[in-house]
């Protein structure tokens, strides 16, 4: 069973849209795929629910609860976990008990590098990280490659310690598709298409890490 935690110190990093599409990913793929939403917020339970019409349905489970880990069907090939907005390190150890893979999404911006610079060493100090129980890469979110802020950015990511696994452009394709409970991997066009292969990276390294 492949378990990512999707988890980030500063808010609005787009930890909630990289959980959604990652679900869709393997849901699409035809994997029994359950999505654990523990932000107070609920965003993906709702994507979920607004989801549940569609062929490739994602479980949505509640991971507020201390219980949340017995609503997940012995079945499951999948579980992403959407952790809390601001997260801490330590709150990061307690979810790692869980997952094997943990996914930070970074946004090119000094502010956000700023943030997540301390907190991603201190993550590299954590038991299961440093033992190599443990995985972590991150996910450069929300590029505008033709800028020179995101180019600067993407070179400070590669610079903090763990790999820098996918870089995804903005669009508002996300937006649009999670209003339907849908994500990227539902379309074809060819515009998506090159989308998708931005995300092509990211699913291949998690499944080395399955």
């Known amino acids: 069973m492949l378990k990512v935690l999707v988890?980030?110190?500063?808010?609005?990093?787009?930890?909630?849209?990289?959980?959604?599409?990652?679900?869709?990913?393997?849901?699409?793929?035809?994997?029994?795929?359950?999505?654990?939403?523990?932000?107070?917020?609920?965003?993906?339970?709702?994507?979920?629910?607004?989801?549940?019409?569609?062929?490739?349905?994602v479980l949505g489970?509640?991971?507020?609860?201390?219980?949340?880990?017995?609503?997940?069907?012995?079945?499951?090939?999948?579980?992403?976990?959407?952790?809390?907005?601001?997260?801490?390190?330590?709150e990061v150890a307690e979810w790692l008990d869980y997952a094997d893979v943990l996914v930070v999404p970074v946004l090119p911006s000094a502010i956000d590098l700023e943030a997540t610079t301390p907190f991603l060493e201190e993550v590299a100090a954590l038991p299961r990280v440093k033992k190599g129980k443990a995985t972590v890469g991150l996910v450069a979110n929300r590029l505008k490659p033709w800028t020179n802020a995101s180019q600067a950015a993407v070179e400070e990511m590669q610079t903090l310690g763990f790999p820098l696994v996918a870089q995804l452009r903005d669009t508002q394709g996300y937006v649009l598709a999670n209003a339907l409970g849908k994500s990227i991997f539902d379309y074809h066009s060819e515009q998506v298409r090159s989308h998708q292969e931005d995300w092509a990276k990211l699913i291949r390294w998690l499944k080395k890490h399955a």
């Open 7 to 57: 988890a980030s110190s500063k808010g609005g990093a787009g930890k909630s849209t990289i959980a959604t599409n990652l679900a869709a990913s393997f849901a699409v793929d035809g994997k029994n795929t359950v999505l654990v939403d523990a932000d107070r917020q609920g965003s993906s339970l709702h994507w979920c629910e607004r989801r549940a019409i569609h062929p490739d349905a």
């Open 61 to 90: 489970v509640p991971g507020l609860r201390r219980d949340w880990a017995r609503q997940v069907p012995a079945d499951a090939q999948c579980v992403i976990i959407d952790t809390p907005a601001g997260i801490r390190a330590n």
